[in-house]
């Protein structure tokens, strides 16, 4: 796959000082062409990236291109969906170690981490504030917009770029206009981040604050029912706001977004507005969020995007935007006059970015979400999620000193599980488990509430590695 055409580089620089040799041994080819000229072309295997140049000569034009594999005689005949020890070799977290923290960070492939690399040096290269920089900056931008609007099914208008869940969700909770007895409905598994943000807003602008048991519904015989009917059942006629997680990051349940929208947009006496906390949900859903109805989702790229820490994003609906005011404002939220002065904001999502960005992020996650593409498509990507899921949740529960939270086969790439002390879980067992896993090189971690070990399986996951831990369980609970 080129890639070149995404990261903007056009600018003549020699091979050896985009792929220093710290970053690992370098393979070169050099292929004459008819006219006696040559292209050479340089792979680096631990970058998973590689350049070409053509002509002669020590400086020449160079073009930035991404091998899905080296081309050796070995894989030349392997797809990634055959060969996925060969694929996760691109991810360097990977190595040597059973990695199930997707849903804390995910691991970043080669590609991406060589994008942060080469797009830093390309702006140095130019000079960090120019023209030329300027534009090629605001183009890594929209390309991003462009590629997370595909992944989420929405258009690159309707998206702000933010540096995380977090941020994301703080701009419609800051930008709505909160009159005093408005209510604010949460479930009872949001991360305490959005809990401390919903509070501080009820504390500053009188609005009313509650919860609705959404925990509770992930065994009942149908979650999906039971989780509108436990948000109908809390909703009041002040409710102005409803926030959950689309996947609960403790239990791993998917929610019904579609139905929750549903439910709030035809409340009486108003209609209710939601936000979606899809810190897991992005990278692991097939996602088409205007058939949702959900006015406001908030995400990041650093976990099942597996792109770096920093960068993030919100979708708002085109009917909510002139109902979210920019809190934050710099010279990327507003559109100016001849004179350069502030005369009004950007028409869509990008009123609510604000300044100077770290862009070399960008370009790293529009690689990242390339290199999941290269595997297959999301759908097919989410049903080995839930297979890989299925498989590692049956053989806990097989396990007489283990108990998955959930009874019933998991739909998300989420699996928590209580280890039990006669009869009851241990928080004390959790911790030793997780701590002595790690030291064996199997990363997973405690959850506080419900008190459980979570382990998490991405589409590039083993089914080797699910029984290596569950085998590394037995041996560490045995002691």
Same mark, same amino acid.
Request: aromatic share 8%.
């Given at each position: ?138 183009? /890594?931008? @929209? =390309?991003?917009? #462009? +590629?997370? *609007? ?7 208008? $309707? ?114 507005? /939601?936000? @979606? =906390?899809?810190? #897991? +949900?992005? *990278? ?7 058939? $949702? ?117 998991? =739909? ?68």
């Amino acid at each position: 796959m080129d890639v070149s055409g995404a990261l903007g580089i056009t600018q003549d620089i020699a091979l050896s000082e985009v792929i220093p040799q710290s970053l690992g041994k370098r393979q070169y080819r050099r292929t004459p062409s008819s006219q006696g000229a040559y292209r050479e072309t340089t792979e680096s295997p631990q970058m998973g990236i590689g350049f070409s140049r053509e002509g002669e000569g020590d400086r020449v034009e160079l073009a930035l291109f991404q091998p899905c594999f080296m081309n050796t005689a070995k894989t030349a005949d392997l797809s990634p969906r055959t060969d996925l020890v060969h694929y996760r070799q691109q991810f360097p977290a990977l190595a040597a170690k059973h990695y199930f923290n997707y849903g804390g960070q995910g691991p970043m492939p080669e590609a991406a981490i060589a994008a942060l690399e080469t797009t830093q040096r390309q702006i140095q290269q130019q000079g960090p504030f120019s023209n030329q920089v300027n534009r090629w900056l605001g183009q /890594l931008g @929209a =390309d991003l917009r #462009q +590629s997370l *609007g595909s992944e989420l099914g929405v258009g690159a208008d $309707t998206l702000t770029l933010t540096e995380n869940v977090t941020v994301g969700c703080n701009i419609p909770l800051w930008g709505l206009d909160w009159q005093a007895g408005d209510h604010i409905l949460m479930g009872d598994c949001e991360h305490p981040g959005i809990i401390a943000t919903v509070q501080e807003i009820g504390r500053r602008f009188g609005v009313s604050v509650s919860t609705c048991p959404l925990m509770a519904t992930v065994n009942q015989a149908d979650p999906d029912q039971a989780a509108v009917d436990v948000i109908a059942a809390h909703l009041q006629p002040q409710t102005r706001l409803v926030v959950v997680s689309h996947i609960l990051w403790n239990t791993g349940q998917v929610l019904p977004l579609t139905a929750i929208a549903d439910l709030c947009h035809h409340h009486q006496p108003r209609s209710v507005l /939601l936000l @979606a =906390d899809a810190a #897991q +949900s992005v *990278g692991m859903l097939p996602l088409n969020l205007e058939e $949702t109805g959900v006015d406001f989702y908030a995400f990041t790229g650093h976990k099942w995007l597996c792109g770096p820490a920093g960068v993030g994003g919100l979708y708002i609906a085109p009917a909510a935007l002139d109902q979210v005011r920019p809190t934050f404002i710099g010279w990327r939220s507003v559109t100016n006059d001849s004179s350069g002065h502030p005369i009004g904001f950007q028409p869509n999502g990008q009123q609510y970015e604000v300044a100077t960005s770290d862009y070399p992020l960008y370009a790293s996650l529009n690689s990242a979400i390339a290199t999941h593409a290269e595997w297959g498509n999301p759908q097919e990507r989410y049903q080995r999620i839930c297979q890989l899921s299925q498989t590692l949740w049956q053989r806990l529960g097989e396990q007489p000193n283990l108990r998955p939270l959930r009874t019933t086969p998991p =739909d998300s790439g989420l699996i928590s599980f209580e280890v039990l002390d006669n009869g009851e879980p241990s928080p004390a067992l959790h911790k030793h488990l997780v701590n002595q896993l790690e030291a064996q090189g199997s990363l997973l971690r405690t959850l506080l509430y419900p008190n459980c070990v979570r382990a998490c399986l991405h589409y590039f996951s083993l089914e080797t590695e699910i029984e290596a831990l569950v085998a590394e369980i037995q041996e560490v609970l045995a002691v």
